[in-house]
């Protein structure tokens, strides 16, 4: 079996289309389906940035297993629950934002989604969704900074107007799907109820505070946790 069939085994594995591994990945359609035996460096980047899960010597090779035994380090969290339960969670990464954006109700696309395990929280009724973080917003230089490539495990909530208050004395960070500026991670330090609006925080000054009102808010989870792959 050569690097190009073990990938189609992969994406089987999955129970992806090839279409949508295609787009996924951001390779030409068709790459799947060409005779070439092997896989240039570029592509197996590409892969290896979005399925932490797939051995990447195992696809190269053929040595080891094709799935990797997950080893994640947490770094920090926004959140502490009493963790019990493994779930694998839909992971948004930074090459397909603009797609999730588009299709954020569309099930079959978020069932398609690469996957990730983590623990999550037995009371919880769901709602989880881990996002490639893409800039550098988040980070300040401190070691509870969120790098490029780091994955921000989160949970959706509800953010209605007057239910509750988004802030508090210590800030919680949230990831915002914005209809105008799209996807957006930040620290929320000031929400007035009364007006539904909101100030999100960026700890690298570089990046200027935002403003928003919730109606411009299509989604917004609060980030419980933040991942980073371990090779």
């Not at 070691?143 to 508090?168: F, Q, T």
């Not at 996807?183 to 999100?200: K, M, P, R, V, Y």
Request: aromatic share 10%; glycine share 6%; charged share 25%.
């Amino acid at each position: 079996m050569n690097a190009k069939e073990r990938l189609r085994k992969f994406v089987e594995y999955k129970g992806l289309g090839r279409n949508r591994f295609e787009e996924t990945v951001g390779i030409s359609s068709g790459y799947l389906s060409t005779k070439s035996p092997s896989l240039g460096s570029d592509i197996i980047n590409k892969i290896a940035r979005i399925y932490h899960d797939l051995n990447i010597e195992w696809l190269i090779t053929g040595n080891g297993k094709m799935i990797n035994t997950p080893y994640w380090n947490e770094i920090g969290t926004a959140e502490r629950f009493a963790y019990k339960n493994l779930i694998y969670a839909p992971l948004v990464s930074r090459y397909a934002q603009a797609e999730y954006i588009n299709r954020l109700n569309d099930k079959p696309y978020i069932d398609s989604l690469p996957t990730i395990p983590i623990s999550a929280d037995s009371q919880s009724k769901g709602g989880y969704m881990c996002f490639e973080m893409w800039n550098e917003s988040m980070n300040d230089g401190s070691d509870c900074s969120y790098n490029v490539g780091d994955v921000l495990v989160c949970r959706e909530i509800e953010h209605a107007a007057g239910r509750r208050k988004l802030c508090s004395n210590k800030p919680k960070s949230f990831v915002l799907v914005h209809k105008s500026k799209g996807i957006i991670a930040g620290q929320i330090t000031a929400h007035d109820i009364n007006n539904e609006l909101i100030s999100l925080h960026f700890p690298n000054l570089l990046f200027d505070d935002f403003h928003s009102s919730l109606n411009e808010v299509k989604k917004m989870f609060v980030i419980l946790q933040l991942q980073r792959f371990v090779n």
